[in-house]
């Protein structure tokens, strides 16, 4: 017989030497921060005046924006993708993808202000707050999902499977 030869007694409930176990911490599904903005309350903001351009279509992206308060518009040519209002966040691929540029153009329908987001902070942001991970995946999922809608040829039907 090898290995530990100490023997392992059961303990009776309070007997000496006994130790206490650590509760067992359970994760919730929840997220604790459902408001991006209440991770951002301490960061400075961009202000903007309407009508002003937060970037263009082609320009090189260097942050993302959460929106504290306002309206932009997220267009590209002559189509409108989405007005996004407070705590909805604009330029998110630029940090997702590193693409050389911009894929529409953002401006303010109203007075905003902006919490920018740089390269840096969008990576604590992830590392500390998982949360602010899922939101940025669940905007882009959102907005590929109306892309598909608005570019389907028809309507989604059952098909039958592809065969060779």
Not at 4 to 24: Q, Y
Not at 84 to 107: D, F, K, N, Q, W
Not at 109 to 130: W, Y
Request: hydrophobic content about 40%.
């Amino acid at each position: 017989m090898s290995g530990d030869h100490r023997t392992l007694r059961p303990r009776r409930p309070g007997a000496p030497g006994r130790r206490r176990r650590a509760p067992v911490q359970t994760t919730s599904v929840a997220p604790k921060n459902p408001d991006v903005l209440t991770l951002l309350a301490d960061e400075p903001h961009v202000a903007m005046q309407s009508g002003q351009v937060l970037f263009a279509e082609g320009d090189p992206p260097k942050s993302m924006y959460v929106v504290k308060s306002g309206t932009l518009r997220i267009r590209s040519g002559g189509v409108v993708y989405e007005d996004v209002e407070r705590g909805g966040i604009v330029g998110e691929m630029a940090l997702v993808e590193h693409y050389p540029a911009r894929s529409a153009t953002v401006y303010a329908m109203t007075d905003s202000e902006l919490v920018a987001i740089d390269e840096a902070r969008f990576l604590a942001l992830i590392a500390e707050t998982p949360y602010f991970a899922l939101r940025v995946m669940q905007t882009l999922s959102r907005r590929l999902r109306s892309m598909d809608l608005r570019y389907r040829p028809g309507p989604l039907i059952a098909r039958e499977p592809f065969e060779p």
